[in-house]
């Protein structure tokens, strides 16, 4: 079963919809308008279709797809001032929802790559969250590194949200991120073939108990002529079991209900459970208040910038490999 909650809605209650988009063929920039009319189309079906909804999901990629040979030109890429994403704007004011979007983002240094972002739009049309991709999927993707943390925004019915793309949710420590600065609700938008299809799923599940939270996860859907994408938008309870899973069908709609004030009363009133609580105050039993001190030789060394694995000099792909190998491509398409 991929939806519950359905068309309605308790007045304490989110209903979230995630859109498993079909996997768009983009050839040139003429085809991003063409994903935009069919996203903003999606926005006000939805809406209609189930009145009580508060938030919809897209995923990564869906609105100017993921052709390799031409994604990073100056042709292929939005700003949060483009024209689209104006009309992305004005279809959650339209109907009054709160809206995911992707998008493959102009870097302010037109000499550095792009970036691979997401933002969320409220209900009177205005960008609440602005988030880059933290951790692009290397060697494949040649996006830069993100450089806005990951914010968190207050959203509707008492949810608190924070959004990671793909493959920043295979990062524990991202979900533990947005979990520390308050998220209950944890947004992953993807664009992954099959070659990580169960991975996926199990850190959707492991993200939402480790940190107490719900997750909601949404993949683009169907074949690219090079790619297969598993769909499978997967809802998970703030104790990591699926409240919904959907299948592997383009335009299949994922819906569920969530109570973020259950996963505040969790993160309040549990024990046993309140892993991300007790990471920060160790053994409170034995010693009154728990150990504080750091005693994870990982996180001095990130935090010193000397972060080097005990096999560092034995891992090979450290670079574009096979896909970028004169690098990333920049500026105006070529005629």
Request: proline fraction near 7%; include cysteine.
């Amino acid at each position: 079963m991929g939806s519950t909650g359905s068309v309605s809605a308790w007045e304490e209650a989110l209903l979230v919809a995630l859109i498993q988009y079909p996997v768009p063929v983009i050839k040139g920039p003429e085809d991003i308008q063409t994903q935009v009319d069919q996203i903003c189309r999606a926005v006000d079906s939805t809406k209609a279709g189930y009145p009580d909804l508060d938030l919809i999901v897209f995923p990564e990629y869906s609105t100017q797809g993921l052709n390799t040979a031409i994604w990073t030109y100056d042709e292929m890429l939005l700003t949060l001032e483009s024209e689209e994403i104006s009309r992305f704007k004005e279809a959650c004011r339209r109907n009054a929802v709160w809206g995911v979007f992707s998008l493959m983002e102009k870097n302010e240094d037109p000499s550095l790559p792009p970036f691979n972002t997401a933002i969320i739009i409220n209900a009177d049309g205005e960008i609440a969250l602005h988030y880059r991709k933290l951790q692009p999927w290397v060697p494949i993707e040649p996006w830069s590194p993100g450089n806005l943390g990951m914010p968190v925004c207050e959203g509707p019915k008492g949810s608190r949200l924070a959004v990671c793309i793909c493959h920043d949710g295979m990062f524990p420590e991202l979900a533990r991120e947005a979990a520390y600065k308050g998220a209950n609700v944890y947004i992953r938008i993807s664009g992954y073939s099959t070659q990580v299809n169960d991975q996926w799923i199990w850190t959707n599940k492991t993200n939402a108990w480790q940190n107490l939270m719900y997750t909601m996860s949404v993949n683009l859907a169907g074949y690219d002529n090079v790619f297969y994408y598993f769909g499978e938008g997967t809802i998970c309870n703030y104790d990591g079991n699926v409240i919904q899973q959907g299948h592997r069908n383009p335009w299949e709609i994922v819906t569920a209900e969530l109570f973020p004030l259950l996963v505040d009363k969790a993160r309040e009133n549990w024990a046993l459970e309140n892993n991300i609580f007790n990471l920060g105050c160790r053994a409170y039993v034995g010693k009154p208040g728990g150990e504080k001190e750091n005693y994870l030789t990982w996180v001095k060394d990130l935090a010193a910038g000397e972060y080097k694995l005990p096999w560092d000099n034995k891992v090979r792909i450290r670079d574009g490999w096979k896909y970028y190998p004169d690098g990333v491509k920049l500026g105006p398409m070529p005629k």
